[in-house]
């Protein structure tokens, strides 16, 4: 049975000295979604959507695709469809490279439309603590101690040895997974070369291998099975988590329920992520054997 916890209304650089290459510790892979789990976007990617479209085909979209825990890939695919375009996979890499381009634009826009949803930095900033290249990583951070706050783990004891390593799995093209997220300021924390996105694959649970790949390029290190968490909002992160066998933590910020997002089999289900020592507790639980 999922575990849900918290309570609503309350980028790791490589840097080889640091406690995790010194110590036997466990190593982490998080992988953040980024629209309704980091973000609300404001609706920027529909009107990108939207601006794509009426370049490639002269004529207004009648109505994107559903986009909720989908990549961009199949999203396009099934928006060119929807909108009666023969042969849409001829378009889709065509349809993805402007949309790519558009982000100076879409930068704009999300200066303008999108917010950071409420917890979410404070949540990179408290993972951060452990962070491959930062002292106190892979040392825990109980009481007293220098580096992290007391009791992150939420039990006021010492955290896990652990290193985390954070990155983004998400359904956006790169560079407009890379935008919205400067565009709030949350990016700082995330090592965006060791994440996944949506103009790779169309199938979510495809990422997941090719960031447990990239993670473990960059840092030396097997990210496979439980050393991989996913945080997501949609019953399609907890999809591609559990057909990986990865952990899913999710958190009800978007259009599905926290019970639907238990029935769906998230390891653990939040309100959202407000409450920092939850969502902290949540991602660096050792699993049950």
Same mark, same amino acid.
């Given at each position: 049975?999922?575990?849900? %916890?918290?309570?609503?209304?309350?980028?790791?650089?490589?840097? +080889?000295?640091?406690? %995790?290459?010194? @110590?036997?510790?466990? +190593?982490? /892979?998080?992988? +953040?979604?980024?629209?309704?789990?980091?973000?609300?976007?404001?609706?920027?990617?529909?009107?990108?959507?939207?601006?794509?479209?009426?370049?490639?085909?002269?004529?207004?979209?009648?109505?994107?695709?559903?986009?909720?825990?989908?990549?961009?890939?199949?999203?396009?695919?099934?928006?060119?469809?929807?909108?009666?375009?023969?042969?849409?996979?001829?378009?889709?890499?065509?349809?993805?490279?402007?949309?790519?381009?558009? &982000?100076?634009?879409? =930068?704009?826009?999300?200066?303008? =439309?999108? @917010?950071?949803?409420?917890?979410?930095?404070? &949540?990179?900033?408290?993972?951060? &603590?452990?962070?491959?290249?930062?002292?106190?990583?892979?040392?825990?951070?109980?009481?007293?101690?220098?580096?992290?706050?007391?009791?992150?783990?939420?039990?006021?004891?010492?955290?896990?040895?652990? %290193?985390?390593?954070?990155?983004? /799995?998400?359904?956006?093209?790169?560079?407009?997974?890379?935008?919205?997220?400067?565009?709030?300021?949350?990016? #700082?924390?995330?090592?965006?070369?060791? $994440?996944?996105?949506?103009?790779? =694959?169309?199938?979510?649970?495809?990422?997941?291998?090719?960031?447990? $790949?990239?993670?473990?390029?960059?840092?030396?290190?097997?990210?496979?099975?439980? !050393?991989?968490? /996913?945080? $997501?909002?949609?019953? /399609?992160?907890?999809? #591609?988590?559990? !057909?990986?066998? #990865?952990?899913?933590?999710?958190?009800?910020?978007?259009?599905?329920?926290?019970?639907?997002? #238990?029935?769906?089999?998230?390891?653990?289900?939040?309100?959202?992520?407000?409450?920092?020592?939850?969502?902290?507790?949540?991602?660096?639980?050792?699993?049950?054997?």
């Amino acid at each position: 049975m999922p575990t849900l %916890c918290g309570s609503a209304g309350h980028t790791a650089r490589p840097v +080889w000295r640091d406690a %995790c290459y010194r @110590r036997r510790v466990r +190593w982490l /892979l998080v992988l +953040w979604d980024v629209d309704f789990t980091l973000i609300n976007a404001g609706g920027v990617g529909a009107r990108l959507y939207r601006m794509v479209f009426r370049d490639m085909f002269g004529t207004e979209l009648p109505g994107a695709a559903d986009m909720a825990g989908r990549t961009d890939r199949a999203i396009v695919l099934d928006t060119l469809a929807r909108a009666g375009i023969p042969e849409p996979r001829q378009h889709l890499d065509q349809f993805l490279a402007r949309l790519a381009a558009l &982000a100076p634009t879409g =930068h704009e826009l999300a200066v303008q =439309h999108s @917010r950071a949803l409420p917890g979410a930095s404070a &949540a990179l900033d408290a993972l951060a &603590a452990f962070a491959p290249g930062r002292d106190n990583a892979g040392a825990g951070t109980g009481h007293g101690q220098e580096g992290g706050p007391a009791g992150l783990d939420g039990t006021g004891d010492r955290a896990p040895d652990v %290193c985390v390593v954070q990155s983004v /799995l998400t359904g956006n093209v790169r560079r407009m997974a890379e935008m919205k997220l400067r565009a709030v300021g949350l990016d #700082a924390h995330l090592d965006l070369e060791a $994440g996944a996105y949506g103009d790779s =694959h169309e199938v979510r649970s495809e990422l997941v291998h090719l960031a447990r $790949g990239n993670a473990a390029r960059r840092y030396d290190r097997d990210f496979s099975g439980t !050393a991989t968490v /996913l945080v $997501g909002d949609t019953p /399609l992160d907890v999809a #591609a988590a559990r !057909a990986t066998g #990865a952990r899913a933590v999710a958190v009800a910020t978007g259009g599905t329920s926290a019970d639907e997002l #238990a029935d769906s089999g998230a390891d653990v289900v939040l309100p959202d992520l407000t409450d920092t020592a939850a969502v902290v507790s949540a991602i660096l639980a050792v699993p049950d054997p």
